[in-house]
């Protein structure tokens, strides 16, 4: 079936690297997301990347797509204190392109 | 700018009660989406629709039902509320099945069944 699996929680220091990964089981996964939820808000597309790629980078955020082990990780660096919120890594569901399949997000908290 | 509503941030109601949760979104997307939100579980799909009037079952159904009588407007019925039905409750929309598909999100509804 169909599966998205992350850890739940990470807690990096201010200014530092701070990594989030993921493993899917869908190896005909088109596209894969990361979806940032801030407290109180409702989830917003953070960034995507295609399958065809393995690496995607926009601005402080870097994506690494390991197809083979079918592993996903979102790199931000020089965490700041505005990146505390919830990661969803996500893939597009092969049994209908509409849908998106969620994993159970990690909360970043930012240590001073 | 997308925009997803929710009828209510916050909403408690009393076991048996009958719930209806609203959800409003205004750039003319096809699918439309509930979820629910629980601590460690992430996101769940109970429904989501494709088309005004169509509805197709996520996850975890049992024990609600969907409405889509306009394109923007898709609502989540309780028919009779029980305490484990106390969650966050989320609404998306898409638009179309190319390109990379993304879901807009509302800014939830907490529910609290007492």
């Known amino acids: 079936g169909e599966d998205v699996e992350q850890s739940l929680f990470l807690s990096v220091r201010e200014g530092d690297s701070s990594v989030i990964n993921c493993t899917y089981t869908?190896?005909?996964?088109?596209?894969l997301y990361w979806y940032k939820q801030e407290p109180g808000a409702g989830l917003q597309l953070l960034t995507y990347i295609f399958s065809n790629m393995d690496m995607k980078q926009d601005q402080r955020l870097t994506v690494l797509l390991n197809k083979k082990d079918k592993h996903l990780s979102l790199r931000i660096a020089d965490t700041q204190t505005g990146d505390s919120a919830i990661y969803f890594c996500a893939e597009r569901s092969r049994s209908s392109a509409s849908k998106i399949i969620f994993g159970s997000g990690t909360r970043l908290s930012i240590r001073p | 700018d997308v925009k997803v509503t929710q009828s209510s941030r916050y909403l408690v109601k009393r076991t048996g009660e009958k719930v209806f949760l609203e959800c409003v979104q205004d750039?003319?997307?096809?699918?439309m989406f509930w979820y629910r939100q629980d601590p460690g579980l992430g996101l769940r799909l109970i429904y989501f629709s494709y088309d005004v009037k169509m509805k197709e079952k996520g996850d975890i159904p049992e024990g609600y039902s969907v409405s889509r009588e306009k394109k923007e407007r898709f609502s989540l019925i309780l028919e009779s509320a029980s305490t484990n039905q106390t969650s966050m409750y989320l609404c998306?929309?898409?638009?179309?099945?190319?390109?990379?598909?993304?879901?807009?999100f509302g800014p939830g509804t907490r529910l609290t069944v007492l």
């Open positions: 998306a929309s898409s638009g179309g099945q190319g390109f990379y598909n993304e879901q807009f």
């Open positions: 750039m003319d997307h096809e699918n």
């Open positions: 869908d190896s005909s996964s088109t596209y």
